[in-house]
């Protein structure tokens, strides 16, 4: 469904910078016909700046180092870059290029769970599937829906991928979660109990709001919300959790995240928590640092 819709939208938008361009240029107005298709190929710069603004002035207390403005102008640019190469080419286009891997002589090694965040689909995660595919490494990538249901709502879609993993590999997986995916996979882990620490080897977590973002005061569906600072469905999370169940946790996280703010709110209390300087929310996903993590882990022996 969402690939449907950014396929569209893509479409759309660049048939409406070639229309606008044609209607400009026959009418003897070159310079309009380029402002246009500029405004309407390059618009999401403007947006990604006020969050970047936004981001800026959000920061208060925040005890994560405030960024500066060069590190700020270089974020921008690279999740400018990252934005249309997400939104308007892998999700909508190549979603499902890479298939899960689920080999039949898997046992033995340790899968990986790969979960997306709001408005994403698994294709955000290509290059990733890419490298593992040829690695040989068992994954699965879901697709969370509905899109702007409760977060409450994907317990059942990673219960069937983590259980579809076990069955493959024999071992508790390793899952990587972007974003608004690392909620859902503290939920899922929730439902379990304590019991749920069992199931999973370990999680890394990028860009997640752990504890909610400042951004979400101003979205309106149901998973937004959840995802405000001190939300009640934030509250109910936090009382579910066993109080060592952070240390399953690698949180990934940045004062340059234009998505999560104030930086410290995708940080949880005893996980290990590391800073990315200069990165932006999408952008985190295509950085070395999360690949590099994950490939440590897989590579861990299985102990009997």
Sequence with gaps: MLARLQKIITVGGLLAALLWAWVCWRAGHPGWAAAGVALIIAGHALVLALEFALLRLAHGSDPTPRA????????????????????????????????????AAAQGRRGLLLVHGFLCNRGVWNPWLQRLRAQGVPFIAVNLEPVSGSIDNYVAILERAVQQLERCTGLSPVIVA??????????????????GDARVHRVVTIGTPHRGTWLARLALSMNTREMRIDSPWQ???????????????????????????????????????????????????DHPAPWLEVQRLLAQPVRP
């Design 68 to 103: 500066t403005l060069a590190q700020l102008l270089r974020a921008w640019w690279g999740e400018v870059r990252a934005a249309p190469r997400v939104f308007c080419w892998r999700q909508p286009f190549r979603s499902r290029r890479w298939p899960d891997h689920l080999p």
């Design 178 to 195: 972007h974003s608004m995916g690392g909620l859902a996979v503290r939920r899922w882990l929730a439902e379990a109990g304590p019991a």
């Design 235 to 285: 509250r109910l999370l936090g009382a579910r959790e066993p109080a060592g169940r952070p240390a399953k946790f690698t949180c990934f996280y940045s004062h340059c995240d234009n998505i999560v703010f104030p930086p410290a709110t995708a940080t949880l209390s005893g996980a290990d928590n590391r800073h990315l300087p200069g990165v932006a929310h999408v952008d985190m996903v």
